[in-house]
């Protein structure tokens, strides 16, 4: 059974700061993976999509990369800002029927 | 730029009361979905459909819960006799295609309570 893990649950930084957050799953056979943002009492948005044939993917400040040999995927912020404060949700697709499954995510605060 | 929407945004309802959570896809997208997040749990997968017909169901998508796409433009989904435990929100999302390769775009949600 297909397993989401985000490292870590929490994370605090100042303005200006990079940082990276962390995702792993357990089984490598997945059609993508896909980082959303979820802001307080909100919907998801969806913030960068990698296939599974690709390694990496970019939009703005965010970096997203995809290791599926080892299960993980990272999603990197350049030059935080107060607004990227939000909860950060990774998600896996396993089958054609489109099925996501998703990570618990991660809180970033990033202070002024 | 197109989007997801739901509606009602919130939801209160007696346990055993019916309820009916309402989306509208985006307007080219074919694929569509159905997932919920009980507070303070990861979000779960319920449904997806396509061309009419459910593609895959999750455990939690028991003989209480039903979807349908009544007209070209919205989709819907039904929980005949609610539980306290079916409170949570409840997000619509579609995709353009599927086949697992697509981004799945999500409405803002509604959020339901069962008393």
């Known amino acids: 059974k297909q397993e989401v893990t985000q490292i870590p649950a929490a994370l605090s930084v100042p303005e200006g700061e990079n940082l990276v957050l962390n995702c792993s799953f357990t089984?490598?056979?997945?059609?993508?993976l896909q980082w959303f943002r979820q802001d307080p009492g909100k919907g998801l948005t969806s913030l960068l999509l990698?296939?599974?044939?690709?390694r990496e993917q970019t939009s703005g400040r965010l970096n997203a990369s995809l290791d599926k040999s080892s299960g993980r995927s990272t999603l990197y912020i350049a030059a935080s800002q107060p607004g990227d404060s939000a909860t950060y949700l990774c998600a896996v697709i396993i089958s054609n029927t489109g099925k996501l499954i998703f990570g618990q995510g991660t809180t970033l605060q990033v202070k002024p | 730029e197109p989007e997801v929407t739901q509606t009602p945004s919130h939801q209160v309802t007696q346990m055993g009361q019916e309820v009916i959570l309402r989306c509208v896809p985006i307007s080219n997208h074919l694929y569509f979905y159905w997932y919920r997040q009980i507070l303070g749990q990861k979000v779960e997968f319920l449904v997806s459909?396509?061309?009419?017909?459910?593609s895959e169901k999750s455990e939690i998508f028991d003989d209480q819960f039903s979807v349908e796409r009544p007209d070209g433009s919205n989709f819907t989904l039904k929980i005949r006799s609610t539980k306290l435990e079916d409170s949570a929100m409840y997000f619509c999302?579609?995709?353009?295609w599927g086949q697992g390769a697509e981004t799945q775009y999500f409405g803002p949600g509604t959020r339901l309570l069962v008393l």
């Open positions: 999302a579609s995709s353009e």
């Open positions: 990698i296939q599974s044939s690709q």
């Open positions: 089984d490598s056979a997945i059609y993508n």
């Open positions: 459909f396509y061309n009419n017909e459910i």
